[in-house]
């Protein structure tokens, strides 16, 4: 007890201090609940309903939309897509981001701005940053496939967005680029916080740089790794902004993955059922995958 | 780690070679923004403008509404930012400092939603914000964005309050402070730090919203700048000079502030660990 300010007496379980707390805690607790916990449970309801093109619900249809949408094979293909999209998007991320980490842990003159200039994908604003690549990606006046042709690295680059998997890839890519940073600061962290004795230890053994990163940085970044993973595949799986700008979900459907699909069906063609059910299997997956990353972050915070 | 002396030389290159690949879209940007209406759309195109216009720096502002989208921009991200305060400052307060039934609850509740994805409930939120008639409203944004950023300033604000020493509070209390003058004029100047980081991230959460605003804001003149510029890009003939241009103003407030909070957002991100 003697590490609470204390005030009034705490005799029962509702005294002073409960009272004040549920005071102060009650407008935020208020918003939560009627603009996220309550759109939620409506589109479970929804999801279960059927619904008319307003959204309003109609009759109660047990799983029918379940079952409807769960036999369409276009179902199957654009969540077997958002998985492939967010297990290449976060490897991808998790090796330039321990590239990246590895070069900002040299000591040089000019470190800390590339540190800064190595985070401006992050610190930029995803929807215009997505805006810009349009223009990078741009087949015929853009200044990717230019250079391209210049330096001779690829004579006869894509169409970037014209093509279904050469569009996938380019959203792809978009999305990886945003990421690489955050995955690269909490790596150079991680290895910032590894004791430099461990280093020189292995070096007087005579250890070469190879097996100083598998067994002192990787290990010495364990569970960072494991965190940053786990955020960024929310992240990553999250990603509405980037596919939405530059190719909504097209050249015929095929860079569309769960998040944006559920936009397109509830925004553009008003099927509030079938989106609700892509909506309540999003929740489903995010909410493991959350649960996951809460039970690592508490157990850090206490310890 | 300490490298080898002889190795630095090529870090630095692999460095430099790394930062044009990913800087490339930048680069990109300010090569156009520069161009006149014929540079943009000459085949093949060229990194460094034949005509350079300055005009077009003018030209966003007065030909095109910039000024109406950074305004409600501001006045969205603004906004959102002091309503996030207001409802996260006490909240976090009550997690840190006072014992209750549910506190842990509340505390795991606040981590996890942190992550809840906009799109999953925007369906309905947007039946919402309608039937209490707020559809094309600034205020439905600021509502939004401070829902979505609540559950993780609280748990930063948590943080920050739980690393102040309890001591200094309960001087206060003995000596006749109320609970609202501890929080005001003890616990907040301490925090400042921590405040900052939760201000500047809702403010910038609230200046990159694309979706809602995407969703909710149907009218030019309430149009923040990220939907402002997704209307600049046209099917066929954008005229990327003045959105490159709008993109790189639009950008500036937005990576200076990053660079403030960054150091604390990935500690605040990552836990434990990571020092902020």
Known sequence: MADRVIIGKRSKWWNEETRLAYLLLFPAVFVLVAFMFYPIVYVFLM??????????????????????????????????????????GVFSKTIFGLVIALLLNVEYRGRKFSRMLFIVPWASAVPISAMLWMWVYNPEFGLLNYTLEVTGLWKNPPVWLGKPISAFGACMWVDIWIGIPFMALVFLAGMQSIPSERYESAYIDGVNSMQKFFYITLPGIGELLMIATLLSSLWTFNDFNVIYILTRGGPANSTNILITSIYQYGFEWLKFNTASVMAVVTFLILSIVSIIYAGIYFKRERE | MKWRNRSKPFVIIITILLLLFMLFPFFVMISTMLKSGEGVYTSPPNWIPKKIMFSNFITVWTEYDLLGYFESSLIIAIGATIFNTLLSVPAAYAVARLKFPGRKTILYMFLVIQMFSPVVVVISLFKIIAGIHLLDTYISLILTDTVFTLAFTTWMLNGYFKSIPLDIEQAALIDGCTRGQTITRIMLPIAVPGLVTTMIYTFIFAWNEFLFALSFIKSRPKMPLTIGLYNFVGRWSTQWQYLTMSAFLALIPVLFLFYVIERRLVAGLAGGAVKG
């Open chain 1, 47 to 88: 999801s279960f309903f059927n619904a008319d093109k307003l959204g309003r619900l109609r009759a109660f249809s047990g799983l029918k939309n379940y079952k409807t949408l769960l036999a369409t094979k276009e179902f199957w293909k654009v969540t077997g897509r958002s998985i492939i999209w967010t297990a290449i």
